[in-house]
């Protein structure tokens, strides 16, 4: 090679270094409209946590502690070796990082973070189910999460002299445990189906309510688990107060804020992570491939037809609501363009709960931007997403900006642990 | 009536017609949040139980029908349908109406608007007798 062509080779080198290192453009002030948007995802602007009405003790808070002892009480699983906590892990957000949920079994699904869940009418990555405490009851009924079975559950609460005077205070009298078969669930192997339908009835109906119950408990608690304020939360505060406070390296870096533009203008994140969780809180289909050995989940159209069958859903006889209340399941869309379609993570714990999507195909952050970027073709329904034809560079500045989203739990120190 | 009565209603009283106001039907535009024609010359006034409007809250919506002399139409049968263009997707709910409670005023339940941006609804009304009319609102949230 030439020494010219050498000295232009570096040249270049240098440029791409210079273009790399050089701080983020950014512009003199946000317009009122970005500063309106900006301020929208503030955690200043969280509503209080919303009342569930088909759970009765939702507030209580000898319910949340009894709760707690269930969530990290590893006795509800079949092998005794996994908990809540064994997958919604304190120090991991209530995450595993794992791509898909490892209980008793493998399961189909990655675990999202309970954090701020409370906020959510729809549980489940595909909404099956419509409250808190109905969906704390499915783990404990899936052979490859926890699988006790209902019965187990009903045993373990009236076996136990504390627990059982915890819920007996709360709630009414447990069945005795000795007239309960240790593995009878409708949801169970051949063995444990034929346990329960050999039941007396009205038993059956006393451990449903009981198992329930211990539902509404477990949600008690899981409802303490929180947001805290980040550093972007202090600087959307700022920018609410004074649109033009735009460098503020003391909140955020220059990349980050740059992150922020793109993520609520070109990037058009917000459209759905909207409000101060990012989240929406309903589905939508990006185009995510299934992941390997799996086939394309069918997402939200099964998921509401789930949600609708479910005995322990609101408008069902163990919901303390009215119907009237039951506003989200009333009122839901059953149509065929949900198929595929997903529920909007929240991103305040993204930066530290990889890897992502529903059955954890995207491995990082940065594959996810690129996968927004690109917005492939959906295999099943259509992808909602277009292409963005974002530079490499504003990827990397919104995979920044998520980073400054990152805090611990805004709940105390007594409930990040088994009582 | 006692001089302390007397008072006792008068200090009341902004507060009944505030609640009189608040109840009447909205039965002009300048008092609705959307204030639309329909295909046959109908008026179609909307007014959101949550005003102004904003993302991600389940609400209802009084859909007040009046004829082109302002006179309540009623029994009328009113669906919804609609979504965002832009983004190729429905209604994130099915909302419906859930009753008449007075004539020409129609209460449609189980509206919930998940991003913000450009919604187009559709409204497809079945008149008493039959008659089908239709009415579109575009808006911005």
Not at chain 1, 230 to 250: H, I, M
Not at chain 1, 279 to 304: C, E, K, V
Request: one cysteine or more.
């Amino acid at each position: 090679m030439s020494k010219g062509a050498l000295a232009i080779g570096a040249m270049l080198a240098l440029a791409a270094l210079v273009w790399w290192l050089a701080p983020a453009r950014l512009p003199e002030t946000w317009s009122e409209q970005e500063a309106a948007l900006i301020a929208s995802l503030s955690l200043a602007t969280l509503s209080e946590l919303p009342a569930d009405p088909s759970n009765a003790v939702a507030d209580d808070e000898r319910a949340a502690r009894l709760g707690q002892r269930l969530f990290f009480d590893r006795r509800l699983s079949t092998n005794g070796a996994i908990s809540c906590a064994s997958c919604h892990r304190p120090e991991l957000s209530f995450s595993d990082g794992l791509p898909v949920a490892v209980g008793t079994g493998v399961g189909e699904r990655h675990t999202p973070s309970l954090i701020g869940i409370a906020f959510s009418p729809w549980l489940y990555w595909d909404g099956r189910r419509d409250s808190q405490w109905a969906q704390a009851l499915a783990p404990m009924e899936t052979h490859f999460e926890q699988g006790a079975g209902r019965t187990a559950v009903v045993r373990l609460l009236a076996s136990e002299q504390q627990y059982r005077s915890a819920y007996e205070e709360i709630f009414a009298a447990l069945p005795a445990a000795d007239r309960l078969p240790a593995a009878a669930s409708p949801l169970g192997n051949a063995v444990e189906r034929e346990n329960w339908r050999s039941l007396d009835p009205e038993l059956r109906a006393a451990v449903n309510r009981a198992f329930a119950n211990a539902g509404k408990a477990l949600a008690a608690y899981q409802r303490k688990l929180l947001p805290g304020r980040s550093r972007f939360d202090d600087y959307a505060d700022a920018v609410a107060r004074d649109r033009a406070v735009l460098p503020q390296e003391d909140w955020l870096s220059r990349d980050e804020i740059a992150g922020l533009g793109v993520f609520i203008g070109t990037g058009q994140c917000i459209n759905c992570h909207n409000g101060p969780l990012f989240s929406n809180h309903d589905f939508h289909n990006t185009g995510i491939l299934p992941a390997s050995g799996q086939m394309p989940s069918m997402g939200r159209y099964d998921g509401i037809s789930l949600a609708r069958q479910d005995p322990f859903n609101c408008l069902g006889e163990f919901s303390d609501a009215e119907p009237g209340q039951c506003m989200e399941l009333r009122f839901a869309n059953d149509g065929s363009e949900l198929a595929g379609a997903h529920k909007t993570p929240g991103l305040r714990t993204a930066s530290r709960t990889a890897p992502y999507m529903h059955a954890g195909q995207i491995a990082t952050l940065a594959e996810v931007m690129q996968h927004y970027n690109e917005a492939p073709v959906a295999m099943l329904g259509h992808n909602e997403a277009k292409p963005l034809g974002l530079a490499p560079r504003q990827l990397r500045q919104l995979e920044a900006f998520l980073g400054s989203l990152e805090a611990p739990v805004a709940t105390a120190q007594q409930w990040l642990a088994a009582p | 009536m006692s001089g302390r009565a007397t008072a006792r209603v008068l200090r009341l009283l902004p507060v009944v017609l505030a609640l009189l106001v608040a109840t009447m039907p909205a039965h002009s535009a300048e008092d609705a949040d959307f204030a639309l024609t329909t295909a046959a010359g109908n008026r179609l006034l909307i007014v959101s139980e949550l005003s102004p409007l904003a993302i991600n809250l389940m609400h209802g919506w009084r859909l007040h029908l009046l004829d082109t002399d302002g006179k309540p139409l009623s029994k009328a049968s009113i669906t919804v349908r609609g979504g965002m263009p832009e983004h190729d997707h429905g209604l994130p709910t099915e909302p419906a109406v859930t009753g008449e409670p007075e004539p020409g005023v129609y209460l449609l339940a189980g509206l919930r608007f998940h991003m913000p941006g450009r919604w187009l609804l559709e409204f497809d009304i079945a008149l008493d007798g039959g008659a089908a009319d239709s009415a579109s609102l575009a808006f911005e949230l």
